[in-house]
């Protein structure tokens, strides 16, 4: 049986998807097949970190071109494949254009799932409620949410849990670029207040993460530092179904 983790955030530029690709890394590292699905059709990103070769996308699938599994590729580790979101503004314009049947997303979650018979499905968003993040949220185990420590991140909780909140999925909140020196026990009694959902990680601000250019996934590049740390701790939290709470 497949588990489906959404990473999700109000605001954009969080870190979801730098967060979501170190995750699928580890998960998979740890032996369990890991599929990713960039729903993010408006600014995607994973095709780039993981580095993936031209090839059908989740926008081909949505348009009729191939099946979903056909866009999937194999990248970053054995058992990992990713399903870049599109290949270049062209089917973006053309998605616009012609619109698509939203149906065919949880169609294609649920067939990649078996196809490539999937522990874990991971899938990242475009920030805010838009058709493809409710959509994925829909289909979502785990709903991880990401925030910075900031209150205008904290604020989007209400517009967000206004919805997540009648989903049949758990919460998982994750706390982003949280500077040197921060209060944990603060950080946490704000953010869990604000969500009211136990925070599952407090991932610290790293400048290598910046240095790296985007042209490595943190974890490959940094096994040792003590981000891999707290994105182990989140998968420990998101696989310990008691920590994160029924929404
Ligand atoms: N913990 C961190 N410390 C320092 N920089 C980070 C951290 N997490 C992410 N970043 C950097 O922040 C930038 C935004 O990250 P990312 O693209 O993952 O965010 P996002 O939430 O997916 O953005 P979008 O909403 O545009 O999809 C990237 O340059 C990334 O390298
Ligand atoms: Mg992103």
New binding site residues.
């Given amino acids: 049986m497949t588990r489906t983790i959404v990473v999700h ?1 109000h605001r ?8 979501l690709a170190n995750l699928a890394l580890l998960i998979a590292a740890g032996g369990r097949r890991v599929g990713v699905v960039d729903t ?1 059709i408006h ?1 995607p ?1 994973l095709d780039l970190l993981f580095r993936l070769e031209p090839g059908f996308s989740l926008a081909d699938y949505l348009l009729g071109r191939c099946e979903i599994e056909a866009a999937a590729q194999q990248a970053g580790a054995p058992g990992l494949y990713v399903v870049p979101a599109r290949t270049g503004t062209a089917a973006l314009r053309e998605l616009m254009s012609t619109g698509y049947d939203v149906g065919l997303l949880p169609e294609g979650f649920d067939r990649l799932s078996r196809h490539l018979a999937l522990d874990v499905l991971l899938l990242d968003t ?2 805010g409620l838009n058709n493809e993040s409710v959509t994925a949220m829909a289909s979502a185990d785990v709903l991880m949410i ?1 925030a910075r420590a900031d209150r205008i991140d904290l604020c989007g909780v209400e517009e967000t849990l206004a919805l997540a909140g009648r989903l049949p999925c758990r919460r998982a909140l994750v706390m ?2 949280a500077p040197a020196g921060v209060d944990r026990d603060e950080v946490g009694r704000r953010a869990e207040a604000a969500y009211d959902a136990p925070l599952a990680g407090i ?5 290598e ?2 240095a790296l250019y ?1 042209e490595r996934i943190f974890a490959e590049a940094h096994p040792d530092h003590p ?1 891999v740390g707290e994105f182990l701790t989140i998968i420990s939290a998101l696989d310990a179904r008691d920590e994160v709470s029924r929404a």
């Avoid at 991932?203 to 400048?207: E, G, H, K, N």
């Fill in positions: 955030s954009g530029g969080t870190g979801k998807s730098s967060v993010d600014s990103t475009h920030a990401l982003s670029m991932l610290p601000y790293a400048p993460m910046a985007g981000l």
